[in-house]
């Protein structure tokens, strides 16, 4: 058995007409329509499945915004407790450290002038605590009935600073009280 019996010759052009016969006019138009038809049902589908995504997203923004409002409601009891209890008792509690700082800053300044520092009675003690740490200092503590707790005015020749822990407490808690309002109106407009 020869090489050339083994494989399909080349050599001869086949016969065009010898092929399978293109598809008929019925076929054509029985293709078309399926065509056409699957077509028109996938864009059905589509339609119908955008459709359920946009709203599975905006069920999706509901519950979170269920979810805020109620997360917010739940934290706005804490908040009051903040504003009213716990603020104006750590700013009570760092007065001391508060006027240290301030107290340091204008020693620094003055060089050995003397400071006058005004307090209210109340904060008398905690600045003759503080006092023994700031070395070198002359610091002439003045009761003043003008000032309230947490309000101090640090005064060197003509020059003043004055410190309102009380007012910063005030500030802080009534941000805090607004935006326990503002989830208050939200819970209530839904």
Excluded: C, K
Aim: aromatic share 2%; no cysteine; glycine share 8%.
């Amino acid at each position: 058995m020869s090489l050339a019996t083994l494989f399909e010759s080349f050599d001869t052009i086949p016969d065009p007409d010898s092929g399978p016969a293109p598809p008929g006019e019925e076929w054509l138009a029985g293709h078309a329509a399926g065509l056409a038809e699957g077509r028109a049902q996938a864009g059905a589908e589509q339609v119908a499945l955008r459709a359920e995504t946009a709203q599975a997203i905006a069920d999706l923004g509901l519950a979170f915004a269920e979810a805020q409002a109620l997360v917010l409601s739940q934290l706005a009891p804490l908040f009051a407790t903040l504003a009213e209890r716990i603020v104006p008792r750590i700013l009570h509690e760092t007065l001391g450290a508060a006027l240290l700082d301030e107290l340091t800053v204008a020693a620094q300044e003055i060089a050995g002038a003397p400071l006058t520092l005004r307090v209210a009675e109340a904060d008398r003690p905690v600045l003759e605590a503080v006092l023994p740490l700031i070395p070198g200092t002359r610091v002439e503590v003045v009761t003043d009935p003008r000032l309230g707790p947490g309000q101090a005015l640090i005064a060197v020749g003509d020059t003043a600073r004055s410190l309102d822990l009380d007012r910063l407490g005030r500030d802080i808690s009534a941000a805090m009280a607004a935006l326990s309002d503002l989830i208050q109106g939200q819970r209530q407009n839904g």
